[in-house]
Each structure stands twice: as structure tokens, then as C-alpha cells.
């Protein structure tokens, strides 16, 4: 039953916001708000934020190699439209849950503010970070903290602005996706997050046109 499924992912992932928070929003679809509670406050300490969206990537490329599709490129933009369904269910849960029970619960409306300072703090990927800010957003307006808000929403900003900076770097780029590029890439949003990984991808490809200017005319990433 939950119960066996609970103790089971939280010994194998209780130090991981993403797993905790799926674990809260099972509670309080169950009718338990209580322990969907207690789950959300061991969310917002734990030490990762998670979705395995790098390891969805990885499933779907082996799965489109498998199916033979496309070429190398193709299957890379393939499996990042799939995996984006498979490592990010749940969000727009989150966000309901956490602005109706913060606007009723101030211990409801903490723990989802500290969920999504630790989203924003630990997570590596754009969307979980993005989240984050959103969730925090929400309650801070719910609380009426104008400063904090305002703080947040420069944040969320900057986030934009700096991604929309990073997908335009690539947009310049004539290099076709190879399998160096993505492994490079990938280790890169371990590291540093997907945002100065795309940034850094991108400066590395950029050098390689300079030596090799004939490279240019291959499909676009």
C-alpha cells in the first residue's frame, strides 16, 4: 500500500525535495493533510532537488536508439520533449496546494515557503528552480511581505532574462548536437546548472567554428 511505498522512497530518497513533495501531494490526495504536511516539511529541508530529469533524458536516448530515430541530433531534441513529461509531473499540484492551504494555515504557508527556497537553492534545472521562485512568490503575497516579494519577483527576472540570453547563444549556433557536445552538456548541468551549462556549451562550440568555420552549415541545434 502508500504506506509500504512511503517508507520504501524515503529510505532510498528522503534527503530529495522532488521525492518528498510527491509523497505529500499522495497524502493529501488521500485525505491525510496532516502527514502531506509533515511530508512537505521534510521536502523543504532535504538536501537535493532532483526530478531525474537528466536520467528521463538518458531513458528516452536509449529508447529512440533502440527505435532507430533520426539521427543523433533528432533523438536529442526527442528525448528532451519526453522527458520533460516524464521527469516534471506534479507542479501545477504543488502550486494549488500550497495557495490554498497557505492562505488558511500559517504552518502550511512556512513550510511551503521554505519548499521552495530549497527548490530554488538546490535545484540544477531551469524548471524546478523557476518553481521555486513561483511557490515562494505565491505565499510571500499570501503573507503580505512586500520586501521579500519584490526580492523574489527581481530574482525570477534575472532567471528570465539570463535563460532567454542562453537559448539565444545557442540559436546562434550552426553545430549540429554530436555526442560529445550533449555529454559535455550534460555534465556541465550536473556542475554548474542548465542555465551556465548552456552558456558554457555554447562558448565551447563557438571555438570550434573558429578552428573549423566549414562546420557551420550543419543542422542547427
Given at each position: 500500500?502508500?504506506?509500504?511505498?512511503?517508507?520504501?522512497?524515503?529510505?532510498l530518497?528522503?534527503q530529495?525535495?522532488?521525492?518528498?513533495v510527491?509523497?505529500?501531494?499522495?497524502?493529501?490526495?488521500d485525505?491525510?493533510?496532516d502527514?502531506?504536511?509533515?511530508r512537505l516539511?521534510?521536502?523543504g529541508?532535504?538536501?537535493?532537488?532532483?526530478?531525474?530529469?537528466?536520467?528521463?533524458?538518458d531513458?528516452a536516448m536509449?529508447?529512440?536508439r533502440?527505435?532507430?530515430?533520426?539521427?543523433?541530433?533528432?533523438?536529442v531534441?526527442?528525448?528532451?520533449?519526453?522527458?520533460?513529461?516524464?521527469?516534471?509531473?506534479?507542479?501545477?499540484?504543488?502550486?494549488?496546494?500550497?495557495r490554498?492551504?497557505?492562505?488558511?494555515?500559517l504552518?502550511?504557508?512556512?513550510?511551503?515557503?521554505?519548499l521552495?527556497?530549497?527548490m530554488?537553492?538546490?535545484?540544477?534545472?531551469?524548471?524546478?528552480?523557476?518553481?521555486?521562485?513561483?511557490?515562494?512568490?505565491?505565499?510571500?503575497?499570501?503573507l503580505?511581505?512586500a520586501?521579500?516579494l519584490?526580492?523574489?519577483e527581481d530574482?525570477q527576472?534575472?532567471?528570465?532574462?539570463?535563460?532567454?540570453?542562453?537559448t539565444s547563444?545557442?540559436r546562434?549556433?550552426?553545430?549540429?548536437?554530436?555526442?560529445?557536445?550533449f555529454?559535455?552538456?550534460?555534465?556541465?548541468?550536473?556542475?554548474?546548472?542548465?542555465?551556465?551549462?548552456?552558456?558554457?556549451?555554447?562558448?565551447?562550440?563557438?571555438?570550434v567554428?573558429?578552428?573549423?568555420?566549414?562546420?557551420?552549415?550543419?543542422?542547427?541545434?
Amino acid at each position: 500500500g502508500f504506506d509500504d511505498l512511503s517508507t520504501k522512497v524515503r529510505q532510498l530518497d528522503g534527503q530529495n525535495s522532488e521525492a518528498l513533495v510527491r509523497l505529500a501531494l499522495q497524502a493529501y490526495d488521500d485525505g491525510d493533510a496532516d502527514l502531506a504536511l509533515e511530508r512537505l516539511i521534510e521536502a523543504g529541508a532535504a538536501s537535493e532537488a532532483n526530478p531525474y530529469w537528466l536520467e528521463s533524458v538518458d531513458l528516452a536516448m536509449h529508447a529512440a536508439r533502440a527505435a532507430n530515430v533520426g539521427n543523433f541530433h533528432q533523438r536529442v531534441v526527442w528525448s528532451y520533449g519526453v522527458s520533460g513529461a516524464m521527469a516534471f509531473p506534479g507542479f501545477a499540484e504543488r502550486m494549488d496546494l500550497c495557495r490554498e492551504q497557505s492562505a488558511a494555515d500559517l504552518e502550511w504557508a512556512y513550510a511551503c515557503l521554505a519548499l521552495g527556497e530549497q527548490m530554488e537553492q538546490r535545484g540544477t534545472d531551469l524548471l524546478t528552480t523557476s518553481i521555486g521562485l513561483s511557490i515562494q512568490a505565491v505565499v510571500l503575497d499570501i503573507l503580505g511581505e512586500a520586501d521579500q516579494l519584490s526580492a523574489v519577483e527581481d530574482r525570477q527576472a534575472e532567471r528570465r532574462q539570463a535563460f532567454e540570453d542562453a537559448t539565444s547563444v545557442w540559436r546562434t549556433v550552426e553545430l549540429q548536437m554530436t555526442p560529445e557536445v550533449f555529454a559535455a552538456y550534460r555534465q556541465d548541468v550536473q556542475e554548474f546548472g542548465e542555465i551556465q551549462a548552456t552558456i558554457r556549451q555554447a562558448a565551447n562550440i563557438r571555438a570550434v567554428l573558429a578552428d573549423h568555420p566549414e562546420l557551420a552549415c550543419m543542422e542547427r541545434w
